[in-house]
């Protein structure tokens, strides 16, 4: 995992990307531990209401699971819901601004869709 401390965006956030990164990546598969928050907080020298706050945010969307007694699990699905969230945020965000500079610099529809499949072949 890393962490930009000098990052504007706020610390919790980046230790639940990190952590939905590891997931996305298989560091974590489905039914697996996470490390607990001490361990990510001594690990990485963040205080542990912060790492836990980034936690909870995983728990929310139905990523991370608490076990009482036991520790944080990957959920069973998370795999899917994170898969989803980024396939959306690559339409909502990366898609229009492609279309948006292909426009200015004169690249039809047609071209670009040309230079996708190009690219995707490789």
Request: glycine fraction near 6%; hydrophobic fraction near 35%; charged fraction near 20%.
């Amino acid at each position: 995992m890393k962490f930009d401390f000098q990052s504007d965006l706020p610390l919790f956030q980046q230790v639940a990307y990190q952590l939905e990164l590891e997931i996305f990546r298989g560091t974590y598969q489905e039914g697996d531990q996470v490390p607990s928050t001490t361990e990510i907080s001594t690990s990485y020298q963040i205080n542990p209401a912060t790492v836990l706050k980034g936690m909870n945010l995983l728990v929310a969307q139905d990523i991370l699971e608490k076990r009482r007694g036991l520790g944080t699990y990957v959920s069973v699905g998370a795999m899917h819901i994170i898969q989803t969230k980024r396939q959306k945020e690559f339409l909502e965000s990366t898609i229009p601004t492609i279309v948006q500079e292909a426009q200015t610099l004169g690249i039809s529809s047609q071209e670009l869709l040309s230079m996708i499949e190009k690219e995707m072949t490789r």
